[in-house]
């Protein structure tokens, strides 16, 4: 009795994922380091469009130290369990393998649906961000029909990008990375002589209350999505050695491009909160440099969301083929593209999901993805203590070092923070998390059901979570 008698049973990890690799080599070209570092930064940031309104919700001080503590306390240990796991696991879906092998398939199967809704919702808030922009200089895009026309078109364009393949979206992301960062690496030179540094240390206008909700929601929302990269493990060259150095580089490319632009743009220009509003960056560009920093801005703004876009696309659809091969989904969820060898059925239904909540506010769309993501990282912890203690002698390439003690101490800090960020959600993000964690349960019964009846076609695993199956 138990998990033995799983119909959808564990999975003998690096056989398979090694009799992939050897085909898709042949198909495709792979992910080396570059690449990789960009589209993990993409998955966490894609710059510092985003995170004004953290000066809106608490000030200058707050939000400066928000960006430069919150990285020690949640993106380290994030990113530290996504290095071990990632190496120790490298096959495409991610964080679902790791829970799948920690606590069975249920738990696999219910965090890749965590996982997957609030990929697929933040997937779904780009195009909104990118028509956001591009309707200060095309106003017909502002409203009605012309507006709802522009985020259809827009992400039908983007998710065919997604599916012309893999290297191509890496190389992409390089480019757009660095012509995106131009823009703020210019707004932060030129404001350097108008800085005032007093203005960093204020706490806010007086009589501004503090909106501590959307503080931390920003600050998570431009902070978290470390482990994203891991669904694309399989199509990594040498993942045990290039995740990471990829997440190394990563993380201090994306403190940097958070934290220069805010000094500087803090620290030139007067403090009016009510400004501090997503875009409100372009505003400051023109009041710092002229007009043409600001079309610079809103430029290189629409250039990061094609980035953020492709990188978010890109790990849904990946974790979708992964949970194919892990069984937990049937075989045609992983059909591949004959002429670019992308998941197009993954491609096609992320895109499919996203178009539908596109309608939703966007600070909805912001508290929705975090409590579920909130939840996965949870899990997520759990699995990564969990497999620790189940499989000491399991071969990791990179391991974290520390002892069991100070692993719990790493993740007890931010998943505190996970929990605080649960509590202070709305009643509405209550019910939708709610309804969408009981679609998870349901999809899991309903698909070991149509296993069991054989209605539909799945992968079938050998059930192997012995050591020397991982040596």
Not at 19 to 30: A, G, P
Not at 43 to 58: F, Q, S
Request: one cysteine or more.
């Amino acid at each position: 009795m138990g998990q033995e008698q799983e119909t959808i049973s564990q999975v003998p990890f690096l056989e398979d994922q090694q009799q992939q690799q050897s085909t898709i080599t042949v198909s495709s070209k792979k992910l080396s380091l570059l690449p990789l570092i960009f589209l993990i930064y993409f998955e966490v940031a894609g710059g510092p469009y985003g995170e004004e309104p953290a000066v809106g919700a608490a000030g200058p001080l707050f939000a400066i130290l928000g960006f430069l503590i919150f990285p020690f306390i949640w993106s380290i240990p994030e990113a530290l369990v996504t290095a071990e796991l990632a190496t120790t696991f490298p096959g495409n879906g991610g964080y679902v393998i790791w829970a799948h092998h920690a606590f069975g398939p249920f738990w696999g199967s219910l965090m890749g649906s965590w996982k997957f809704l609030s990929g697929v919702i933040n997937l779904a808030s780009y195009p909104i961000l990118c028509i956001d922009y591009l309707k200060l200089v095309f106003p017909v895009f502002a409203s009605g029909f012309s507006h709802y026309l522009a985020i259809f078109v827009v992400t039908l364009v983007l998710s065919f990008l997604n599916y012309t393949g893999l290297a191509i979206v890496g190389y992409t992301a390089v480019t757009l990375g660095v012509v995106s960062l131009i823009p703020f690496l210019l707004l932060t030179v030129i404001a350097i002589p108008k800085i005032d540094f007093m203005r960093w240390i204020s706490l806010g206008q007086n009589g501004v209350p503090k909106n501590w909700r959307l503080f931390f929601n920003t600050l998570f929302w431009n902070l978290n999505f470390w482990d994203n990269a891991s669904t694309l493990a399989g199509e990594v060259e040498q993942p045990q050695s290039t995740f990471p150095k990829a997440l190394f580089s990563a993380g201090l490319l994306t403190c940097v491009a958070y934290l220069l632009p805010l000094l500087a743009a803090t620290g030139a220009v007067p403090l009016d909160q009510e400004n501090w509003v997503d875009g409100y960056f372009a505003e400051v560009a023109e009041i710092i440099a002229g007009k043409w920093l600001k079309i610079c801005i809103e430029i290189g703004a629409c250039l990061s969301i094609i980035g953020l876009y492709e990188a978010q696309l890109s790990n849904c659809a990946y974790q979708i083929l992964g949970m194919t091969n892990l069984g937990l989904l049937p075989k045609v969820f992983g059909s591949r593209s004959s002429w670019f060898h992308t998941p197009w059925v993954g491609i096609f239904i992320s895109t499919l999901i996203a178009l539908t909540v596109s309608y939703m506010d966007f600070t909805n769309i912001i508290s929705c993805v975090n409590f579920l993501y909130s939840l996965g990282m949870l899990l997520e912890f759990a699995s990564f203590l969990w497999l620790r203690k189940k499989l000491p002698a399991t071969k990791r390439p990179f391991r974290v070092p520390m002892e069991m003690l100070g692993l719990i101490f790493m993740c007890i800090i931010p998943s505190g923070f996970l929990v605080y960020v649960m509590v202070v959600a709305t009643k509405m993000v209550y019910i939708v998390s709610a309804l969408l964690t009981f679609f998870g349960i349901f999809l899991y019964f309903f698909m070991k059901l149509c296993r069991s009846n054989k209605c539909l076609e799945f992968k079938n695993f050998e059930e192997k979570l012995d050591n020397e199956d991982l040596d």
